[in-house]
């Protein structure tokens, strides 16, 4: 029974204004992974989760091809340590709002990655969402190095 914390920036939402036809609830916008180094066991996906209905949501699972396991973590100061915890409850996607997973923040997390995350391949991920069902995703590699949207600073 852990309980997790969401960030004040999470929380609030972002109304999503996106003038889409997509059938479905819930949209992914910017699926990208962190390019992974040889022998590295583990490795970080990020991207915006858009839900256009009514109704909440909950990002309940993951899998990937390219890892043995792949997990939703909050990353938190803890006493001036950065940690990492794994949502094993789900993530919520409030109705008509947005959830951005990104570097410093939410993410989903490879474990036990078969071979590299490459820079200019993709990362097929499936995404399994209480209420929308199943939906894979292609998380584009990017370099370590890449610029951090919204502010980050590495
Ligand atoms: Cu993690």
């Keep these: 029974m852990n309980r997790y914390l969401f960030s004040g920036a999470v929380m609030a939402g972002v109304i999503a204004v996106a003038a889409q036809a997509a059938p479905r609830s819930i949209s992914i916008e910017n699926p990208w992974a962190r390019e992974t180094v040889e022998g590295q066991a583990a490795g970080g996906g990020f991207m915006t989760i858009v839900n256009d209905g009514q109704r909440e949501d909950q990002l309940v699972s993951a899998s990937s091809p390219a890892s043995r396991e792949v997990q939703i973590h909050t ?14 409850d789900g993530l919520a996607i409030p109705a008509k709002g947005e959830v951005e997973l990104k570097p410093r923040g939410l993410h989903i997390m ?34 370590m190095t890449a610029p951090m949207p919204m502010g980050g600073n590495q």
């Design 75 to 88: 990353m938190s100061m803890d006493g001036g340590v950065m940690r990492m915890r794994q949502l094993t």
């Design 110 to 143: 490879f474990i036990g990655l078969k071979e590299p995350l490459r820079r200019g391949t993709n990362v097929p991920v499936t995404l399994n969402f209480r209420r929308a069902g199943s939906m894979t995703a292609q998380f584009k590699v990017q370099a």
